[in-house]
């Protein structure tokens, strides 16, 4: 879908650092917490977005995510069937316009 984009991230954890999303609001941000991490995905998008764009200021992105947690490999199976065939639903989204094709 040409509107948004769905990604599988895994994070490795180590004894001493532990991640996962905060309750805090950016810029207080812990940095290795799954807000940090797609908050420079983000950024780092749009700076090369805009610099392809000629420094348009038009948004790009919704304010927030969606997030799971993905436990067990018969979930993984679910959710990469689910990004594979999410394509196929473009026609249905409110924002399709005939004129996507």
Avoid at 71 to 96: G, K, S
Wanted: hydrophobic share 35%; charged share 25%; glycine share 4%.
């Amino acid at each position: 879908m040409p509107n948004h984009l769905h990604g599988v991230m895994v994070i490795f954890l180590n004894e001493t650092s532990v991640v996962g999303a905060t309750r805090r609001v950016a810029p207080t941000l812990q940095s290795d917490s799954l807000g940090a991490i797609i908050g420079q995905f983000k950024a780092k998008v749009t700076k090369r977005y805009r610099r392809f764009r000629k420094n348009d200021a038009s948004p790009i992105w919704q304010r927030n995510y969606y997030e799971q947690i993905i436990r067990n490999e018969r979930h993984l199976t679910a959710v990469q069937q689910y990004i594979h065939n999410n394509p196929a639903n473009w026609t249905e989204d409110d924002y399709f316009v005939a004129s996507d094709k």
